[in-house]
């Protein structure tokens, strides 16, 4: 494939013809991302119309995950895996039964037991979606993302997109981001604890935003936990989706090399949501000191729960993401990087490592030809 360079548009850098080659995307997963957006702007307006009739958003938020439970069902019919979902569903109705001596009342679909069991199968179902729709959203931006990086800081002047991508993975201005790299022999024995932690750790980040916002609702306040609708913490299901699409870079260990320490990609972005996580910590704070002894035990115990939930889902999604996503992903990524990258960079004369050697035919240079200089003392 002959690599055609062109000018790049804000002078000095270089612009590849074939970057659409890099395009990861295959027609499922196209579709995975089409649906969920569509679906997404049906669900919104669904909860935009059911608080205009009296509808609390809170008992209208399960709505708005009703696309990953589209995508769940999806991904159990392009797989054939129905026996995964049959067996959530047979495990529930059991369940049920267990609980009301093994029969069904009239309108049991009102009873808070019945609303409980959906409420988590519809989380489990929902959790596919999630990963099928991550998976897709990172074959969709790894390679931009790369793309962007590598070029941000030679550039004589970076665009908005350059800057949104350089805050959100806090790339220093100062290094040379030609040299980026990866470690493309990724092979797992087992599930990567050590990493699913690490999610854990950015997604009880992000859900400090959903308690501040519970901690403030006068309903929620007037409820409390115990009365609080079940089917609330399936919105958590959003929080993987806004920490597990970096978990790639850092898979692949994707970095930028320097001669002193190198910057990974997975690192910036981790301290970006730190940075971010902080100042909403302190407004968590400040929020619960506001509240009366029992309100404050209420908002608590939620929050504890809301933990427990957190961890689960991310658990669950790591889980499956990483037994039935992650293979194919990492190996479509090693196919197409010699088209990002088809030779190393910053390479010198006087190159002391055996990376020539992998290219044939490399001119071997007699460094006798430089010369010396002599100064007279």
């Known amino acids: 494939m002959a690599l055609n360079l062109k000018s790049g ?22 579709f995975v991302l089409m649906v969920f957006f569509i679906s997404f702007i049906l669900s919104v307006t669904g909860m935009v119309v059911l608080v205009s009739i009296g509808i609390d958003i809170i008992d209208s938020a399960m709505l708005i995950t009703a696309p990953f439970f589209i995508l769940g069902l999806m991904w159990y019919n392009h797989t054939k895996k129905w026996w995964m979902l049959v067996i959530i569903l047979a495990v529930s109705a059991a369940l049920y039964l267990y609980l009301h001596g093994f029969e069904f009342h009239e309108n049991f679909y009102l ?15 929902g959790s596919i979606g999630v990963v099928a729709f991550v998976s897709a959203l990172q074959r969709l931006i790894f390679y931009r993302v790369v793309t962007i990086v590598q070029s941000m800081n030679i550039k004589d002047k970076m665009s908005f ?22 470690s493309h022999n990724l ?64 898979a692949l260990h994707v970095r930028v090399e320097t001669k002193y320490r190198d910057f990974e990609l997975y690192e910036g972005i981790k301290g970006t949501i730190k940075r971010m996580a902080l100042p ?91 010369g010396e200089l002599v100064f007279d003392e």
Do not use: C, Q
Request: hydrophobic letters at 50%.
């Open 280 to 370: 909403i910590f302190a407004a968590l704070i400040y929020v619960l000191t506001a509240f009366r002894d029992n309100d404050f035990m209420a908002v608590l115990s939620f929050i504890g729960t809301s933990i427990v939930m957190i961890i689960l889902v991310i658990t669950f999604t790591s889980a499956i993401y990483y037994h039935y996503f992650e293979n194919k992903l990492v190996d479509d990524i090693v196919s197409k990087w010699r088209i990002f990258r088809p030779v190393d960079l910053l390479m010198t004369v006087d190159d002391d490592t055996d990376k020539k050697k992998e290219f044939p035919g490399t001119p071997k240079r007699d460094l006798t030809d430089y």
């Open 161 to 182: 997109r350059d800057r949104i991508v350089a805050f959100f993975f806090n790339v220093p201005n100062d290094v040379d981001t030609r040299y980026i790299t990866y």
């Open 9 to 30: 548009r804000n002078g000095g850098v270089w612009e590849n013809d074939s970057m659409k080659e890099l395009n990861l995307l295959g027609p499922y997963d196209k």
């Open 111 to 125: 009873e808070g037991d019945f609303i409980l069991i959906f409420a988590i199968d519809f989380i489990f179902v």
């Open 187 to 250: 092979k797992r024995a087992s599930i990567p604890w050590s990493e699913i932690k690490e999610t854990m750790t950015l997604g009880l980040m992000i859900g400090m935003f959903l308690w501040i916002y519970i901690s403030m609702s006068p309903k929620f306040a007037s409820m409390g936990l115990t009365n609080a609708p079940v089917y609330i913490f399936a919105i958590v299901l959003y929080i993987p989706v806004l920490v597990m699409p970096w978990s790639i870079f850092n």
